[in-house]
């Protein structure tokens, strides 16, 4: 289709024909007002996004009603919809029951989930408040998870997401923890606190929202009422995991300090027992090579075991020491 399928003159301009005065558009300069291109805007034809241009001879009309609703299929597609439901919603859209409680609904599931604000920091500051030592790897590695975003045309500078994770993170590294041992922990725990979120979201979709999702797409007043609901229970996860990650703080921290305490006293009875804490991984791999009936005694005779060695190792490393004092005196 030609630069000129849309008649006279180079650009938008007032139509002439009966008076109108609305703005009309060749395919091209569609595009440029839309930010989409021609083939996309051919292609969204094609898939019914886009009504049919009015056609004039042999050229096509696009009109103010093409433009908006390209941008609305732009800022849907922006907001993570495929092209398959934005055509759904549009399509009920057209039908009357209108798309402001289900924009209403995505703008707040898209909205910011914490009161917490981004923040800028200098490469010179960065290094300053870790210790001043500059570590690339370890500044890739965070880049890489997100606890820093590079800044277009400022090499030296990074967006922090969250000021509140990098402090944590210089704390740790003031306490003593590597920088890549931070950001591995980091890792860890994403894949973990990722896992609770998805279940969180199960459980409120199962016994919450599915009533108001029913629909494809939900109605006007069930998606605003959905939205009104996650404003309502957007804090609870939070809450709720602070509150269990505070109980299990207070009974491991208990568990470990009587654990390092008890590893001063003097010697222990042999019938008595004390509990030890493992990680469940590796009591599953002890289980699954002994069964399930003999992870106490691989575990007792393991530990008994490398008990024994470090002891013949300290025992030679000492008299290797005293043979080199009486071969120096």
């Known amino acids: 289709m030609s630069g000129r399928e849309a008649g006279a003159g180079s650009g938008p301009g007032p139509a002439a024909a009966g008076g109108r005065s609305a703005t009309e558009y060749r395919i091209e300069d569609l595009a440029h007002a839309s930010g989409a291109t021609v083939r996309t805007i051919r292609a969204y034809q094609d898939r019914g996004l886009l009504p049919t241009p009015e056609r004039r001879g042999r ?29 759904e919603l ?67 500078e990074f967006l922090v997401p969250s000021p509140q994770e990098l402090a944590v993170a210089v704390e740790l590294h003031a306490a003593g923890v590597p920088l890549l041992a931070i950001s591995g922990h980091l890792r860890e725990l994403r894949g973990q606190v990722e896992h609770i979120a998805s279940r969180f979201l199960e459980f409120t979709t199962e016994h919450v929202f599915a009533r108001y999702l029913g629909h494809r797409p939900p109605t006007d007043s069930d998606a605003a009422e959905a939205a009104s609901m996650v404003r309502r229970l957007r804090p609870l996860a939070q809450q709720t995991v602070d509150a269990e990650l505070a109980r299990a703080m207070r009974m491991f921290a208990t568990r470990h300090l009587h654990h390092h ?7 222990v009875e042999g019938s008595e027992t004390r509990p030890v804490l493992l990680p469940a991984r590796t009591t599953q791999s002890v289980q699954d090579l002994v069964g399930a009936d003999q992870v ?34």
Do not use: C, M
């Not at 924009?103 to 490469?123: K, N």
């Not at 005694?297 to 004092?325: G, M, Y």
């Open 59 to 87: 050229a096509n009309v696009y009109g103010e009603a093409h433009l908006a609703r390209l941008l609305r299929i732009a800022d849907l597609l922006e907001r993570g919809y495929t092209l398959a439901s934005i055509k």
């Open 90 to 156: 549009l399509e009920a859209w057209d039908a009357g029951r209108g798309l402001g409680g289900v924009l209403g609904l995505v703008a707040e599931v898209h909205g910011p989930w914490t009161d917490e604000e981004a923040d800028r920091i200098t490469r010179v500051e960065l290094d300053a408040r870790f210790g001043g030592s500059q570590d690339d790897e370890a500044i890739a590695e965070a880049v890489e998870l997100g606890v820093l975003e590079r800044v277009p045309g400022k090499a030296d």
């Open 261 to 267: 305490l008890g590893s001063q006293e003097s010697a």
């Open 296 to 329: 106490a005694a691989f575990i007792t005779a393991a530990a008994e075991r490398e008990v024994q060695a470090r002891t013949l190792d300290t025992l030679a490393s000492s008299h290797a020491i005293t043979n080199k004092v009486d071969e120096n005196g």
